[in-house]
């Protein structure tokens, strides 16, 4: 079995930086489930006479859009043009998440399905613990003929995009029949396609640029026992490149010939919310600027360290990665 190679993967901060600069030139496209996050931050003095519960006392409530929708917020926040692909039901959630996309910059495409709940997650923390999350969702796949009617859809604006990310939660938009249909359009236009799936639809995903699992996600996938049998493992299977992210121990790269492994960089943690979502913002806007996957992966870490420094759900800015590469 071959060893993983240590490597900073040495490149001139100069290329960095030109394309981080580029960013904000690049049209992208997302595809997948979107969602409303709801943040309840309060405080706990007692318990409740009704059962032996805290009672919060609210402070705050930030509402933020959630899944796909936060992928397309972070690039909307790096200066990028997106079009953002999903689908909400016709209720006061899949309203309020059209409206903070709006603010955010996000061009939304959403499919209105009448049939369909939007998902929400809502996180009740107090003293920076989190107490409770409260789910409201109902999963059912999109038909073939809906399926269809997002491929025509996305098929008018695929030529203007340099890149295309899938945020794949498993709620029931991304049917297998809906991913071979829309993998298909990709290829026909020769776009660059990085996915970050739940294990359950990992098998839906072939011949793509790169796919994003955690550590946890690719052991589940191959019943492997080590990162690097896992990511030879999912590269083989899904013939895709693969960047396994691992926490605080870095993120190792599949590609053509060696692994690749690029150490964290020492921060100080306070909230890794998101994190995944800023790996896959940034190596997609990277590779959309021409950078190549290894180059993009360095930026992508570096934007991860970044991230996890900050409080709750958070983006990362151009002006903040440049800085970063700078030191």
């Known amino acids: 079995m071959q060893s993983v190679k240590q490597s900073m993967i ?7 930086l030109k394309f981080v600069s580029d960013f904000p030139k690049a049209h992208v496209g997302v595809v997948g489930d979107v969602m409303l996050d709801i ?30 929708g936060n992928v397309a917020m972070g690039i909307a926040q790096y200066g990028a043009r997106v079009d953002l692909f999903g689908v909400v039901g016709e209720d006061i959630s899949g309203e309020a998440l059209r409206r903070l996309l709006y603010v955010g910059k996000v061009s939304e495409h959403l499919m209105l399905l009448p049939s369909h709940r939007t998902t929400v997650k ?4 107090a003293e920076e613990r989190h107490l409770l999350r409260v ?22 604006y695929v030529s203007t995009w340099d890149a295309m990310v899938i945020s794949d939660y498993a709620k029931g938009f991304m049917t297998e029949f809906f ?38 996600e690719a052991l589940s996938i191959t019943e492997k026992g080590d990162v690097l049998s896992a990511g030879v493992c999912l590269q083989e299977i899904c013939e895709s490149s693969v960047l396994i992210t691992q926490g605080d121990k870095g993120m190792t790269l599949f590609e053509k010939g060696e692994p690749y492994h690029i150490p964290a960089i020492a921060t100080n943690v306070i909230d890794v ?17 021409g950078a190549t996957l290894q180059q993009a992966v360095v930026l992508a870490n570096s934007a991860a360290s970044i991230v996890v420094g ?13 800085d970063s590469l700078s030191i």
């Open 273 to 289: 919310s998101g994190a995944g979502d800023t790996v896959a913002v940034t190596a997609l806007l990277a590779i959309a600027s």
């Open 122 to 125: 809502h996180r009740i923390i």
């Open 39 to 68: 943040f309840t931050r309060g405080t706990v003095h007692r318990l409740s006479p009704e059962a032996p519960v805290p009672v919060v006392l609210m402070e705050s409530e930030l509402q933020m859009p959630g899944g796909a």
């Open 10 to 16: 040495t490149q001139s901060k100069s290329e960095l």
């Open 135 to 156: 789910d409201w969702e109902v999963v059912r796949p999109i038909s073939e003929e809906e399926a269809l009617a997002q491929v025509r859809s996305i098929s008018e």
């Open 179 to 216: 991913v071979l249909e829309l993998l298909k359009l990709a290829q026909k236009n020769s776009l660059p396609v990085i996915v970050d799936t739940k294990p359950s639809q990992f098998a839906f995903y072939k011949k793509v640029t790169l796919l994003t699992p955690n550590l946890s």
């Open 310 to 322: 900050k409080p709750g759900t958070s983006y990362v800015t151009s002006e903040e990665l440049c």
